[in-house]
């Protein structure tokens, strides 16, 4: 898999990258990447950062 596979588009003034969906669990996604930190997705379409 490369990173054309994964990464969907990258904003080089915010520094924010969009992944194609990551299924990590059943109900959770992961979609992109800001700030370090994790962007997941559920089901219900809410979304959430984490840190990893």
Do not use: C
């Amino acid at each position: 898999m490369s990173q054309k596979d994964i990464i969907e588009k990258v904003d080089t003034t915010t520094g924010e990258v969009v992944f194609k969906p990551i299924p990590v669990t059943p109900d959770k996604t992961v979609i992109g990447t800001k700030d370090s930190q994790v962007i997941i997705r559920d089901q219900a379409g809410r979304t959430q950062v984490v840190t990893p």
